[in-house]
């Protein structure tokens, strides 16, 4: 059964780089019908997808975040990672990795546990 | 970018009530691409509903997902206690992704 874990900093200062990464356990980044997703979460705003990436690294952007997000795929640590830019207190959330299946029409029916990123100096 | 209207934004019921909750997409999304998930406090969303209707692995059969077009709709038959939380729908069918702003389902 596959199961995501996200690792990265709590705490990010302002203008600086947030840098998250989640490990996929229990199963293959590689595998063909999976779109390895990023989405997070503030009171504010709700949840709000971020992006995917395939295993092989082609990718999907929301438009709102696509100047500052850069999502890479590691398959030989079996682990997809996100950066985001310039980062300001409006970017402060919990962040969430998924996985988005094919065979449930891209369908998010894997999280990681999420991770609460705070933007402060 | 299709935005996801939910309605209501809370609703109060006791176990063993029926729980209808709707989801209006501003455009026609394709039924195969509307999700719903359920939340609870200090987790991550889980998949209960993908393709409008069609129950995710472990989903109870109380919980049902219906509709086309832009009106969607997850029916809670009989809401258990473990069945408070926030649930929101999701489409997929176009890029961006988006997410309703949930309902609450409350005691």
């Known amino acids: 059964q596959v199961q995501l874990q996200v690792s990265g900093p709590g705490l990010v200062k302002p203008s600086q780089t947030l840098s998250l990464t989640c490990t996929v356990s229990?199963?293959?980044?590689?595998?063909?019908?999976?779109?390895w997703s990023w989405i997070r979460q503030t009171p504010g705003k709700g949840l709000e997808w971020i992006g995917y990436?395939?295993?092989?690294?082609?990718?999907d952007y929301n438009p709102s975040l696509k100047s500052r997000v850069t999502m890479s795929v590691d398959t030989s640590k079996n682990q997809f990672s996100l950066k985001l830019t310039s980062v300001t207190a409006a970017d402060t959330a919990v962040f969430y990795c998924?996985?988005?299946?094919?065979?449930?029409?891209?369908?998010?029916?894997?999280w990681g546990q999420g991770t609460t990123v705070t933007v402060s100096s | 970018e299709i935005v996801l209207t939910q309605s209501p934004g809370s609703l109060s019921l006791s176990p063993g009530e029926r729980a209808t909750l709707s989801c209006r997409a501003s455009?026609?999304?394709?039924?195969?691409?509307l999700a719903w998930y359920q939340q609870k406090p200090g987790q991550a969303p889980r998949l209960l509903i993908y393709?409008?209707?069609f129950r995710a692995t472990g989903i109870p059969d109380r919980f049902r997902g219906s509709g086309s077009g832009p009106d969607f709709t997850l029916t809670i038959s009989r809401v258990e206690p473990e069945d408070f939380a926030v649930y929101y729908c999701?489409?997929?069918?176009?890029?961006?992704?988006?997410f309703g702003q949930g309902t609450k389902v409350e005691i």
């Open positions: 393709g409008a209707s």
């Open positions: 999701q489409q997929y069918a176009s890029s961006p992704w988006t």
């Open positions: 990436i395939s295993y092989s690294g082609s990718t």
């Open positions: 998924a996985r988005a299946n094919s065979r449930k029409w891209l369908s998010m029916d894997v």
């Open positions: 455009q026609s999304v394709n039924s195969a691409y």
């Open positions: 229990g199963g293959s980044i590689s595998s063909g019908d999976s779109y």
